[in-house]
């Protein structure tokens, strides 16, 4: 797996992520993302949000779970954790949280209907909460988790936005149980965040199984592509598929259909400033 730790282990990457081609507004389909990350800078939701998880990062009570992550076995490994160790480790922060905020809103600022938002793994919520605060009141979110302690967790948490009028559904279970139901159930998300199990395999498996859940006009956000070495190679496949576009944030990355007719194909960087 080659898991990227420690200060040596993330700066190996940043030669090979600043070789990439930098995304140009002119190029199309990311214009309207990287206009609303920066309009969401200053938003006071976002501090919100990020004052939540800050609290949670002072939380000592345990919390008895089950680990469904990189390394697992299939049944899951029961663990228990301070709450403030989980917020630390395992959760989004405000520099991700900034990008799914405004991922959400570019898609649902140009859908004619509610928009549709789809987590695979929740942990503490904090994603979640990201997701939900950049999306309008008519939307709907359906967050998956492994751990029925942690999904409890996020639907809690997400009880503001159910309140405002954002529709929220956590299912539990293993991706391998859960996933099929919702392709039987023939839902549509416009947008999708894989934040479940950093292995590389399971990237790509996931990846197979969300396409009959995405819309016209998807985009799926993916979350540590360098958390390890076979993440990043996953990563890499997935965005450069044959009619994708990807955007690499540097912890994270996004990608959409591209258009054949105008538009690159592959994957393309940010600036630093607009990292996640």
Request: hydrophobic share 40%.
């Amino acid at each position: 797996m080659n898991r990227t730790l420690g200060l040596w282990g993330w700066s190996r990457w940043l030669k090979r992520w600043f070789a990439l081609p930098l995304w140009r507004q002119d190029l199309g389909a990311f214009t309207a993302h990287l206009r609303n990350w920066k309009a969401t800078g200053t938003d006071s939701i976002l501090r919100e949000v990020s004052n939540r998880d800050d609290a949670l990062k002072q939380d000592k009570q345990l919390l008895k779970w089950r680990d469904f992550g990189a390394g697992c076995p299939p049944e899951g490994s029961p663990r228990t954790d301070e709450i403030r160790k989980l917020a630390g480790s395992a959760s989004s922060d405000q520099r991700k949280g900034r990008w799914l905020m405004s991922v959400v809103r570019t898609v649902a600022a140009q859908k004619r209907r509610e928009v549709r938002i789809l987590e695979l793994g929740t942990c503490l919520g904090s994603g979640s909460d990201y997701l939900a605060s950049g999306a309008p009141a008519g939307a709907a979110y359906h967050g998956l988790e492994g751990s029925e302690v942690l999904a409890d967790f996020t639907r809690r948490r997400l009880e503001r936005h159910r309140a405002r009028g954002v529709r929220v559904a956590v299912g539990v279970g293993p991706f391998s149980q859960t996933l099929p139901v919702l392709v039987g159930s023939e839902s549509r998300f416009d947008v999708v965040f894989l934040d479940g199990c950093h292995e590389g395999g399971a990237l790509m498996q996931q990846w197979h199984d969300i396409q009959p859940l995405l819309a016209d006009g998807f985009v799926v956000i993916v979350d540590d592509i360098r958390w390890s070495s076979d993440m990043f190679q996953a990563w890499t496949a997935l965005s450069s598929s044959k009619g994708i576009m990807g955007i690499d944030l540097f912890r994270m990355g996004v990608v959409t259909a591209s258009d054949p007719v105008g538009q690159p194909q592959g994957n393309h960087r940010v600036s630093w400033l607009c990292r996640a």
